[in-house]
Protein backbone atom coordinates (compact mmCIF):
# COMPACT_ATOMS: atom_id res chain seq x y z
CA UNK A 1 0.00 0.00 0.00
CA UNK A 2 1.12 4.03 -0.12
CA UNK A 3 1.74 3.80 -3.81
CA UNK A 4 2.54 7.58 -5.25
CA UNK A 5 3.05 7.64 -9.26
CA UNK A 6 4.06 10.58 -11.39
CA UNK A 7 3.82 11.50 -14.69
CA UNK A 8 5.71 11.58 -16.81
CA UNK A 9 8.94 10.88 -15.78
CA UNK A 10 10.69 12.45 -17.92
CA UNK A 11 10.34 15.21 -20.30
CA UNK A 12 12.51 17.17 -22.97
CA UNK A 13 11.08 20.97 -23.68
CA UNK A 14 11.76 23.69 -25.37
CA UNK A 15 12.78 27.18 -23.28
CA UNK A 16 9.29 29.00 -23.00
CA UNK A 17 6.77 26.03 -23.37
CA UNK A 18 5.09 25.01 -20.90
CA UNK A 19 5.46 21.75 -18.68
CA UNK A 20 2.30 19.69 -16.79
CA UNK A 21 3.44 17.29 -14.20
CA UNK A 22 0.63 14.49 -12.43
CA UNK A 23 1.41 13.06 -9.11
CA UNK A 24 -1.03 10.44 -7.94
CA UNK A 25 -1.91 8.31 -5.34
CA UNK A 26 -2.84 4.96 -6.40
CA UNK A 27 -3.91 3.06 -3.40
CA UNK A 28 -5.00 5.87 -0.55
CA UNK A 29 -6.42 9.22 -0.46
CA UNK A 30 -3.94 12.56 0.15
CA UNK A 31 -5.29 15.30 1.43
CA UNK A 32 -1.89 17.10 1.51
CA UNK A 33 1.16 16.54 -1.08
CA UNK A 34 4.01 18.05 -1.32
CA UNK A 35 6.30 19.19 -4.29
CA UNK A 36 10.12 19.04 -3.70
CA UNK A 37 12.60 19.91 -6.06
CA UNK A 38 16.74 18.37 -6.70
CA UNK A 39 19.40 19.47 -8.60
CA UNK A 40 22.60 16.94 -9.16
CA UNK A 41 24.14 15.70 -6.39
CA UNK A 42 21.99 18.11 -3.68
CA UNK A 43 19.31 17.54 -1.17
CA UNK A 44 15.80 17.83 -1.61
CA UNK A 45 14.15 21.27 -1.15
CA UNK A 46 10.69 22.09 -0.51
CA UNK A 47 8.71 23.94 -3.60
CA UNK A 48 5.06 23.78 -1.92
CA UNK A 49 2.24 22.52 0.52
CA UNK A 50 -0.56 21.38 -1.68
CA UNK A 51 -4.05 21.16 0.32
CA UNK A 52 -6.86 19.61 -1.58
CA UNK A 53 -9.64 22.35 -2.47
CA UNK A 54 -7.21 25.26 -1.31
CA UNK A 55 -4.11 27.09 -2.50
CA UNK A 56 -1.16 25.71 -2.25
CA UNK A 57 1.44 27.37 -0.22
CA UNK A 58 4.40 28.33 -1.85
CA UNK A 59 8.15 28.55 0.06
CA UNK A 60 10.43 31.65 0.05
CA UNK A 61 11.99 32.07 -3.14
CA UNK A 62 9.43 30.32 -5.18
CA UNK A 63 7.30 31.69 -8.03
CA UNK A 64 3.97 31.16 -7.63
CA UNK A 65 2.84 32.46 -11.01
CA UNK A 66 5.53 30.09 -12.36
CA UNK A 67 4.78 26.82 -10.99
CA UNK A 68 1.56 26.39 -10.67
CA UNK A 69 -0.08 23.75 -8.51
CA UNK A 70 -3.41 21.86 -8.59
CA UNK A 71 -5.13 19.59 -6.00
CA UNK A 72 -8.17 19.00 -7.23
CA UNK A 73 -9.30 15.63 -6.04
CA UNK A 74 -8.23 13.25 -3.16
CA UNK A 75 -5.80 11.41 -5.57
CA UNK A 76 -4.19 14.03 -8.03
CA UNK A 77 -1.91 16.71 -7.55
CA UNK A 78 -0.81 18.61 -10.67
CA UNK A 79 2.45 20.85 -10.82
CA UNK A 80 2.69 23.07 -14.04
CA UNK A 81 5.88 24.63 -14.89
CA UNK A 82 5.01 27.66 -17.00
CA UNK A 83 7.56 29.15 -19.65
CA UNK A 84 10.28 26.93 -18.44
CA UNK A 85 13.97 27.82 -18.96
CA UNK A 86 16.94 25.96 -19.12
CA UNK A 87 17.44 26.75 -15.22
CA UNK A 88 14.17 25.44 -14.26
CA UNK A 89 15.47 22.09 -15.30
CA UNK A 90 15.68 19.50 -12.35
CA UNK A 91 14.39 16.44 -10.62
CA UNK A 92 10.76 16.74 -9.47
CA UNK A 93 9.35 14.71 -6.95
CA UNK A 94 6.27 14.61 -5.09
CA UNK A 95 4.81 13.26 -1.50
CA UNK A 96 1.94 12.30 -0.07
CA UNK A 97 0.18 11.62 3.40
CA UNK A 98 -2.83 9.60 3.85
CA UNK A 99 -5.77 11.65 4.71
CA UNK A 100 -7.29 10.49 7.62
CA UNK A 101 -3.78 9.62 9.44
CA UNK A 102 -3.51 9.87 13.20
CA UNK A 103 -2.85 13.91 13.87
CA UNK A 104 0.30 12.86 14.89
CA UNK A 105 1.49 10.18 12.09
CA UNK A 106 2.92 12.00 9.28
CA UNK A 107 4.58 10.12 7.27
CA UNK A 108 4.93 10.66 3.75
CA UNK A 109 5.20 8.25 0.44
CA UNK A 110 7.20 9.33 -2.45
CA UNK A 111 6.93 9.45 -6.04
CA UNK A 112 9.14 8.29 -8.66
CA UNK A 113 10.02 11.66 -9.60
CA UNK A 114 9.93 13.83 -12.62
CA UNK A 115 13.35 14.63 -14.85
CA UNK A 116 12.81 17.90 -16.89
CA UNK A 117 15.09 19.38 -19.37
CA UNK A 118 14.56 22.72 -20.72
CA UNK A 119 16.64 23.09 -24.12
CA UNK B 1 13.77 25.97 10.69
CA UNK B 2 14.68 22.70 11.85
CA UNK B 3 18.60 22.24 10.26
CA UNK B 4 19.44 18.22 9.68
CA UNK B 5 22.58 17.05 9.36
CA UNK B 6 24.18 13.79 8.17
CA UNK B 7 27.04 12.12 8.14
CA UNK B 8 29.09 10.53 6.52
CA UNK B 9 28.98 12.44 3.78
CA UNK B 10 30.47 10.22 2.05
CA UNK B 11 31.38 5.96 2.78
CA UNK B 12 32.90 3.79 0.08
CA UNK B 13 32.54 -0.16 1.87
CA UNK B 14 33.71 -3.81 0.59
CA UNK B 15 31.08 -5.75 0.61
CA UNK B 16 30.08 -8.00 3.72
CA UNK B 17 31.06 -4.73 5.87
CA UNK B 18 28.81 -2.99 8.42
CA UNK B 19 27.85 0.82 8.71
CA UNK B 20 26.26 3.39 10.38
CA UNK B 21 25.18 6.53 9.30
CA UNK B 22 23.87 9.08 11.82
CA UNK B 23 21.70 12.23 11.72
CA UNK B 24 21.06 14.97 14.13
CA UNK B 25 18.55 17.72 14.30
CA UNK B 26 18.46 20.77 16.00
CA UNK B 27 15.09 20.59 17.83
CA UNK B 28 12.68 18.49 18.69
CA UNK B 29 10.88 16.47 15.67
CA UNK B 30 7.33 14.29 15.44
CA UNK B 31 8.38 12.37 12.64
CA UNK B 32 11.27 11.03 11.40
CA UNK B 33 11.79 9.10 8.02
CA UNK B 34 14.88 7.50 6.57
CA UNK B 35 14.97 7.13 2.84
CA UNK B 36 17.14 5.24 -0.07
CA UNK B 37 17.47 7.30 -3.14
CA UNK B 38 18.13 4.49 -6.01
CA UNK B 39 20.49 5.51 -8.60
CA UNK B 40 16.94 6.58 -10.49
CA UNK B 41 16.32 9.03 -8.50
CA UNK B 42 13.42 6.86 -6.93
CA UNK B 43 13.16 7.60 -2.95
CA UNK B 44 12.40 4.38 -0.86
CA UNK B 45 10.75 4.59 2.43
CA UNK B 46 13.64 3.18 5.18
CA UNK B 47 11.73 3.51 8.18
CA UNK B 48 9.25 5.82 9.72
CA UNK B 49 10.48 6.40 13.21
CA UNK B 50 10.42 9.25 15.36
CA UNK B 51 11.33 7.70 18.35
CA UNK B 52 12.50 4.28 19.23
CA UNK B 53 14.17 1.44 17.75
CA UNK B 54 13.10 -0.59 14.20
CA UNK B 55 14.43 -3.92 12.30
CA UNK B 56 14.04 -4.95 8.72
CA UNK B 57 15.99 -7.15 7.97
CA UNK B 58 19.56 -6.53 7.53
CA UNK B 59 18.76 -2.57 8.11
CA UNK B 60 17.44 -1.30 11.85
CA UNK B 61 17.24 2.19 12.55
CA UNK B 62 16.95 4.10 16.30
CA UNK B 63 15.97 7.69 16.92
CA UNK B 64 17.04 8.92 20.13
CA UNK B 65 14.33 12.23 20.61
CA UNK B 66 15.70 13.60 23.66
CA UNK B 67 19.02 13.95 21.87
CA UNK B 68 18.05 14.82 18.42
CA UNK B 69 19.92 12.04 16.92
CA UNK B 70 19.15 8.85 14.89
CA UNK B 71 21.17 5.85 13.44
CA UNK B 72 20.69 3.67 10.59
CA UNK B 73 22.41 0.19 10.83
CA UNK B 74 23.72 -1.26 7.42
CA UNK B 75 24.88 -4.70 8.25
CA UNK B 76 26.31 -7.46 5.98
CA UNK B 77 25.93 -4.64 2.93
CA UNK B 78 25.50 -5.78 -0.56
CA UNK B 79 26.15 -3.91 -4.21
CA UNK B 80 22.35 -2.82 -4.21
CA UNK B 81 22.66 -0.74 -0.90
CA UNK B 82 24.58 1.79 -3.11
CA UNK B 83 22.65 5.11 -3.68
CA UNK B 84 22.23 8.10 -0.84
CA UNK B 85 20.75 7.31 1.94
CA UNK B 86 18.40 10.60 3.38
CA UNK B 87 17.38 11.36 6.61
CA UNK B 88 14.78 14.07 6.96
CA UNK B 89 12.09 15.28 9.45
CA UNK B 90 8.88 17.54 10.46
CA UNK B 91 7.61 19.19 13.58
CA UNK B 92 4.07 19.28 13.52
CA UNK B 93 3.67 22.25 16.78
CA UNK B 94 4.88 24.41 13.76
CA UNK B 95 1.96 23.72 11.63
CA UNK B 96 3.96 22.37 8.99
CA UNK B 97 3.94 19.26 8.09
CA UNK B 98 6.48 18.63 5.02
CA UNK B 99 9.66 17.12 5.60
CA UNK B 100 13.28 18.91 5.82
CA UNK B 101 15.70 16.56 4.78
CA UNK B 102 19.33 16.20 5.37
CA UNK B 103 22.33 16.90 2.59
CA UNK B 104 22.35 12.65 2.76
CA UNK B 105 25.14 10.33 2.70
CA UNK B 106 26.04 8.94 -0.30
CA UNK B 107 27.41 5.23 0.32
CA UNK B 108 29.04 3.12 -2.32
CA UNK B 109 29.45 -0.42 -1.92
CA UNK B 110 32.24 -2.16 -4.16
CA UNK B 111 32.57 -6.05 -4.53
Known amino acids: GAVVSQHPSWVICKSGTSVKIECRSL??????MFWYRQFPKQSLMLMATSNEGSKATYEQGVEKDKFLINHASLTLSTLTVTSAHPEDSSFYIC???????????????FGPGTRLTVL | GIQVEQSPPDLILQEGANSTLRCNFS?????LQWFHQNPWGQLINLFY???GTKQNGRLSATTVATERYSLLYISSSQTTDSGVYFCAVSRLDTGRRALTFGSGTRLQVQP
Open chain 1, 27 to 32: DFQATT
Open chain 2, 49 to 51: IPS
Open chain 2, 27 to 31: DSVNN
Open chain 1, 95 to 109: SARRAGALLLDNEQF
